[in-house]
């Protein structure tokens, strides 16, 4: 936090950088060294997962002002990071703008704004900067913007290679943290004294006290260290809302950027998207579909306000980026609105089921068992992510890969272990074969190697 150090005679403030891994803090803090001509008279911190940089330059109340520059630890270092960021002035956020990286970002950056509204005020202010600007696929200011409810954040385009845009970048951060010191000296809380973390050697013991092991399952980390929002959801009573099949107004090329995720992807593929048909399916959900795609409602992702539409939005976003790391190509989160309200669409590709080949048993029950590996593998992978509670599975292919939907706004499924899911899920395939059960319990005997057990819980049904 900023104080005016009476032993240096400076103003000292702390500007920190902030973002995920790979999206360019400490390329970002090696250029601004060049571009501000700073002699590094004191050591990296990178054995501890920080960089360092003091830079000297400006005036405040007639005296100079002091910055140090820091960038944050990897998210394996969690405790650390939220120390550093509490003591800042000013947070640059390192934004990767390329679609592939963009849902991540996003959402690290939401989660950085509910901790910063939990500190003491006048919290730290921050801006983005938009990196990769070099990439063609990159979001510029004006695509960014779409994506914020609040159009008035901050944002400075970057480009790493050539340097473009890093030291503009930090000139509107020192700006941010005078805004801060004027705050703090407003309402009587710009200190005066010597500073605690004036050293590396001082910052090195504070971080050791956070934090001495690192977090594991560091990129899951990143979804558990911040309030649900489940609390923050006032579902409406859909019975209040729910409109009539002609009132249905299905999202479309017109809809609005920050009601799309992914945005960029979402936005070109409703460009294309031919006209959707709505049905009202026997549990009230609306289904809209053609060959390729299913667009699907459910009763109670209606909402009366446009604030909490987009809350559940984030919600649901958060909770497919937490399974996957990401939002698959052939997945959509979608935003509608008509007279009625406000409703949550996803957006999901067809894909062909299990089909498995009836030439003979023995090829049947081969291809059973090694399909029932591939989805019992999927599951366990999906399991140390999320409960299998929360997976709403239409169905899988012989890979392994699933068709499905998250349900973090539904009532949560029945639990069920890895090899129950599994086993449930394979099952009808087993009891639909054109064969019969003695010839499938023996083939079952003599191919059981391919997945000894999964062989013996399907044999269990025959005997």
């Given at each position: 936090m900023a104080l005016i150090d009476m032993e240096n005679g400076v103003v000292r403030v702390r500007i920190v950088y902030d973002g995920l891994p790979q999206s360019?803090?400490?390329?970002?803090?090696?250029?601004?060294?060049?571009?501000?001509?700073?002699?590094?008279?004191?050591?990296?911190?990178?054995?501890?997962?920080?960089?360092?940089?003091?830079?000297?330059?400006?005036?405040?109340?007639?005296?100079p002002i002091a910055c140090q520059i820091l960038s944050s630890p990897a998210p394996q270092w969690q405790q650390r990071r939220e120390f550093m960021l509490s003591q800042a002035d000013a947070i640059v956020?390192?934004?990767?703008?390329?679609?592939?990286?963009?849902?991540?970002?996003?959402?690290?950056?939401?989660?950085?704004?509910?901790f910063l509204s939990h500190l003491p005020p006048p919290a730290p202010l921050f801006l983005i900067q938009a990196n990769f600007q070099d990439s063609p696929l990159a979001l510029n200011t004006q695509q960014l913007r779409a994506l914020f409810v609040d159009s008035t954040t901050k944002i400075v385009e970057t480009a790493i290679p050539e340097g473009a845009g890093v030291r503009e970048t930090f000139v509107m951060a020192v700006r941010l943290a005078v805004e801060r010191l004027n705050a703090l000296k407003q309402h009587f809380k710009l200190l005066q004294g010597k500073d605690d973390l004036d050293t590396p050697e001082n910052w090195l013991q504070q971080l050791h006290q956070q934090q001495l092991e690192p977090i594991p399952n560091l990129l899951s980390s990143l979804f558990d260290n911040t309030p649900p929002l489940e609390t923050e959801l006032e579902i409406t009573d859909p019975n209040v809302i729910h409109a009539d099949l002609s009132e249905i107004t299905l999202p479309s090329a017109e809809t609005p950027l920050k009601w799309l995720f992914p945005a960029v992807s979402t936005k070109i593929l409703l460009q294309s998207l031919p006209t959707l048909v709505p049905t009202l399916q026997p549990d009230d959900s609306w289904l809209a579909s053609n060959e390729q795609w299913l667009l699907l409602s459910k009763p109670d992702w209606h909402y009366l306000s446009e604030k909490k539409a987009i809350l559940a939005l984030q919600q649901q976003t958060r909770w497919h980026t937490k399974a996957l790391f990401r939002l698959p190509d052939n997945r959509s989160l979608v935003l509608s609105n008509n007279e009625q309200g406000w409703h949550l669409w996803q957006l999901t590709r067809r894909s062909a089921p299990i089909c498995i080949s009836n030439e003979s048993v023995e090829e049947f029950i081969k291809q059973l068992l090694i399909t029932?590996?591939?989805?019992?593998?999927?599951?366990?992978?999906?399991?140390?992510?999320?409960?299998?509670?929360?997976?709403?599975?239409?169905?899988?292919?012989?890979?392994?890969?699933?068709?499905?939907?998250?349900?973090?706004?539904?009532?949560?499924?029945?639990?069920?272990?890895?090899?129950?899911?599994?086993?449930?899920?394979?099952v009808p395939l087993l009891k639909s074969a054109p064969f019969s059960e003695q010839d499938l319990l023996e083939t079952l005997e003599k191919l059981e190697l391919y997945n000894p057990q999964f062989a013996h819980l399907f044999a269990n049904i025959f005997v």
């Open positions: 360019g803090k400490t390329t970002t803090l090696r250029v601004l060294e060049h571009r501000l001509a700073i002699a590094r008279v004191v050591p990296d911190l990178e054995d501890i997962g920080i960089n360092w940089l003091e830079y000297q330059g400006g005036m405040y109340d007639q005296l956020i390192v934004l990767d703008t390329r679609p592939a990286a963009l849902a991540l970002g996003l959402e690290h950056i939401r989660q950085l704004q509910v029932t590996n591939n989805i019992y593998r999927t599951l366990q992978k999906l399991h140390t992510l999320i409960p299998l509670s929360q997976l709403e599975i239409t169905y899988f292919d012989q890979q392994g890969h699933y068709c499905g939907r998250l349900n973090p706004l539904e009532k949560n499924l029945d639990a069920a272990d890895v090899i129950n899911k599994t086993f449930d899920i394979c």
